[in-house]
């Protein structure tokens, strides 16, 4: 079953104010879920092309591209925008707005296995396909399962919740696997929060790959945009912002020089982009009336006319 929450797009307006859509552009909303952005970027005017890799995500959008020819929607990763809009003869574009990791409405629908909520099938795949959690959870060494926690869920007892996890396999849903995990850590009833929410986390963006998804979709993002385009990235976890973070400041040309403690910084390519301001947190009225915006970040930068770095990011 799922609960009827109604999506509600974090830090909208100053995702907007930093996109600057001007009518006639050209924008990518990577990560389009619900739509929020999409729907205020064509009030703005532009054409807009939208991935998601979540066939219901693609499904939910289908009705509004019959309101407009200015809307392109894509099944894919952001990772592929570059190819994806290749295809399309759409590069260069203007802006490009990322929303990254677990969308509301995938945490709401138990049947999808993202949250410990209410319980579902342990599967947590944002593109329905692949290895789900129960199959890397039922198959995986321990070792690696204890790895994986600490390195996503940053669990200092990750190796006592990754024995427990294989000493109860095999593990379907998730409320087994929470179960599992609180027994393991000590749960107690007045705890603010559930012990279980690291390792979900965890397991999810392993699953998922959302770091490297991150780290590709940032680095495809740098060869689409024309010189002066804007890059929003939103982002709800330290994991993702530290990414963000660090790719901002090396492609700005912002990393510190070597010093008398330390070796000189090797020789970089010139900076393809220009941080602009300082990271946007939600206000207090927003988080009342949206708590799942307490934890968002924005990030903005703008492109130079530098060209794009090699590699990753």
Known sequence: MSTATPHIPVLL??????????PGERHVDATFGAGGYTRALL??????????????????????????????????????????????????VDGVVMDIGVSSMQLDQAERGFSFQADGPLDMRMSQSGESAADFLNTAAEEQ??????????????????????AARPLTTTGELATVVRKALGHKPHDKKDPATRTFQA??????????????????????????????????????DRLVKRFFRERSGSTPAGSRHLPPAAAQAAASFEKVGRAVRAG????????????????????????PWAGEA
Request: aromatic share 4%; net charge negative.
């Open 43 to 92: 009030a703005a005017g532009v054409s807009v092309f939208a991935f998601d890799r979540d066939p219901a995500a693609i499904a939910g959008g289908l009705p509004l591209l019959a309101t407009s020819d200015r809307f392109t929607l894509i099944e894919a990763p952001f990772s592929a925008m570059e190819s994806e809009l290749d295809a399309r003869d759409a590069t260069p």
């Open 145 to 166: 399962i204890a790895d994986v926690i600490y390195q996503y869920g940053d669990e200092p007892k990750s190796r006592r919740v990754a024995r427990a996890i294989v």
């Open 13 to 22: 307006d100053a995702v907007i104010d930093a996109l600057l859509p001007t």
């Open 284 to 307: 207090e009225g927003e988080i009342a009336a949206n708590p799942r915006a307490r934890s968002a970040t924005l990030r903005v930068a703008h492109r130079t006319a530098a060209a």
């Open 203 to 240: 397991i999810r963006i392993h699953i998922n790959r959302e770091l490297g998804e991150l780290s590709d979709g940032l680095a495809a993002a740098e060869r689409v945009l024309k010189p002066g385009g804007r890059l929003a990235v939103v982002t709800f976890h330290s994991l993702e």
